[in-house]
């Protein structure tokens, strides 16, 4: 019996036969020429997608000096935000026809950032996503000469032309606001940890609104984002009966303090009323389902990527630079009501 034999790969040249158009404008297409129609270009993804064409990426930069490979410098942690983010990315990166390179920074010190900086400028990179949004990590980044296009995320400077973020302020508001008027008055915050933009841009949101409605912020800075800091703060919390609402920095967090709660006799949300941050996928799971804000990380991911593309520009020098000047509007978050909030029981 004669083995089957193995299938060919498409080529360039039977895309080209394919959508009825030359083997040049097949490469054209494949390099983002801007000079082609529209229908030609069209027939051209079309014949590609029936002949599961995929463009040899090595080839392609032999052609146009350029890698198609985004670098991200991502601090090492498993926190969901910047875990979530960096999903994003590279799913918008490959949308785009990019690949993901992702170099993780052990400490925010100047010689690790150099190091993953080094190790991603050997492998070509065509731009930038730093994605450390420690302030320590920044500002040793600031400090580098980085001559190749980049974006940040979740840094702290909103009229910074490379910055793209989640309105972490916003969304704080938009937690303690529902807490206000379901008719919470002495609302405690758990915050994250020290040196994290979120930490700050949410305390700073939870200030604000506080303050708008005559109410007296209270900040517990006892958080690291993990499960067993909120069950201690949840502990804590125990001793003052006074407080009837807790805005949490993360989901995480909101999930230890349930615990303490429940295992101490302290029910959600009859007693006390619990609201997170992130929306991670267990959330509407807990016990009970938990008020939280979304982050619409698949959102943020496309931004990013878009904002990097137009400062590299078309030609891949970076000349789209000026042309993509000015700040980029935040992503706008969206408030989860499920069951972990109500109005404060009559006492």
């Known amino acids: 019996m004669r083995p089957t034999d193995p299938v060919r790969a498409a080529n360039i040249r039977d895309v080209a036969r394919r959508a009825g158009v030359s083997h040049q404008t097949v490469s054209r297409v494949i390099n983002g020429h801007p000079s082609l ?34 670098g991200v410098l991502v601090s090492k942690g498993f926190e969901y935000g910047p875990a979530a983010s960096l999903h994003a990315i590279d799913s918008a990166a490959r949308e785009a026809g990019y690949a993901v390179d992702v170099a993780h920074l052990d400490d925010a010190e100047g010689g690790s950032i150099r190091a993953a900086l080094d190790r991603l400028l050997t492998h070509n990179v065509d731009g930038l996503i730093i994605l450390a949004p420690q302030t320590q990590t920044l500002a040793e980044i600031e400090h580098l000469s980085i001559t190749l296009p980049f974006v940040t995320v979740h840094s702290a400077r909103a009229h910074d032309d490379h910055r793209l973020s989640v309105d972490q302020s916003g969304g704080a508001a938009l937690a303690t606001r529902h807490l206000l008027q379901l008719g919470h008055r002495r609302i405690v915050h758990i915050a994250g940890p020290d040196g994290w933009f979120e930490t700050e841009a949410r305390v700073r949101g939870y200030r604000g609104e506080m303050e708008a409605w005559g109410s007296e912020a209270e900040v517990l800075l006892s958080g690291d984002w993990t499960a067993e800091s909120g069950y201690r703060a949840g502990l804590v919390l125990l001793g003052d009966p006074g407080v009837t609402a807790i805005f949490s920095s993360n989901d995480q967090m909101a999930l230890g303090m349930l615990h303490a709660f429940r295992e101490h006799g302290r029910r959600v949300p009859e007693d006390v009323s619990v609201v997170g941050f992130d929306d991670v996928p267990e959330a509407a799971h807990y016990w009970p389902p938990l008020t939280t804000v979304r982050q619409n990380f698949p959102e943020l991911g496309r931004r990013c990527v878009a904002r990097l593309l137009g400062l590299i520009g078309e030609d891949g020098t970076g000349a789209g630079v000026r042309a993509a000047a000015g700040a980029v509007p935040d992503v706008v978050p969206e408030l989860v009501i499920r069951s972990s909030t109500a109005p404060p029981t009559p006492r």
């Open 37 to 70: 129609r529209a229908e030609t270009r069209d027939r051209v993804l079309a014949a590609m997608d029936e002949l599961s064409f995929r463009p040899n990426r090595a080839a392609r930069a032999l052609v146009t000096s350029r890698s198609t490979t985004i």
